[in-house]
């Protein structure tokens, strides 16, 4: 038997953007080109940064004038939308170390699964090109369920995997992620790669860091 770390949990949850997928480069550009397309002074990349991790409406809301009370709104979220779907591939790519962690998780027999806010096509896209067989259950925004920091997804892949709340942990990058792994009644590991410093996240409650994705393997 190989043993690759301590891995006390049986159940893996994951965020995607800024905890497998460094994605922050094709969101600055769809979001950036629907600004654009509308007359709309666009953003830098750390103001998308900042904008990002509770969906993209909410990211486009922060990212135009005046939100949702903009008579463009509706338009200038569809362009995303369309421009994010087509190019959402472009420049996003996991994050160093994220591939041979989730192999090693998977070997271990592990569950596995995504639960993210960016919406259901694109989650399910990024997810099969990037991770295929190794993930089989991948939870993104879409009508009828709500969107992370409620657990309603969290529990969703549970149900899905088939698996027990009390072995299982969230790992994300973001205070929404604290938030998800709080309201779901599960331990949180936040990530140090992604989108939120240690800082940040020290003062939204974050207890449990890692810098790099093999020491997932060791908590």
């Keep these: 038997m190989i043993l690759f770390g301590i891995m006390t949990y049986q159940t893996y949850i994951f965020d995607l953007d800024g905890t497998l997928l460094d994605s922050l480069t094709d969101l600055e550009l769809s979001c950036n080109y629907a600004l654009r397309a509308n007359g709309m002074p666009e953003r830098t990349l750390e103001e998308v940064r900042m904008f990002v991790g509770n969906g993209v409406k909410k990211l486009m809301e922060r ?13 200038t979220y569809q362009d995303f939308r369309q421009h994010y779907m087509i190019h959402n591939l472009d420049h996003t790519h996991p994050y160093a170390g994220v591939e041979e962690m989730l192999q ?13 806010n960016k919406f259901y096509a694109a989650t399910q896209e ?3 090109h990037f991770f295929g067989e190794k993930i089989s259950v991948a939870i993104g925004e879409r009508e009828n369920i709500r969107k992370k920091p409620a657990p309603d997804t969290v529990n969703e892949a549970l149900r899905q995997l088939g698996a027990d709340r009390e072995t299982a942990v969230y790992i994300g990058d973001s205070d929404v992620d604290i938030m998800t792994a709080k309201n779901s009644g599960m ?6 790669w992604g989108f939120r410093s240690r800082q940040f996240l020290i003062a939204h409650g974050a207890a449990t860091f890692v810098e790099k994705p093999s020491e997932i393997l060791d908590i």
């Design 126 to 128: 990024l997810v099969a």
């Design 104 to 116: 090693k998780l998977i070997a271990s027999g592990k569950h596995v699964a995504v639960v993210s």
């Design 187 to 192: 331990p949180c590991i936040s990530v140090l």
């Design 63 to 75: 990212a135009i004038p005046n939100g949702f009370a903009n008579p463009l709104f509706d338009k």
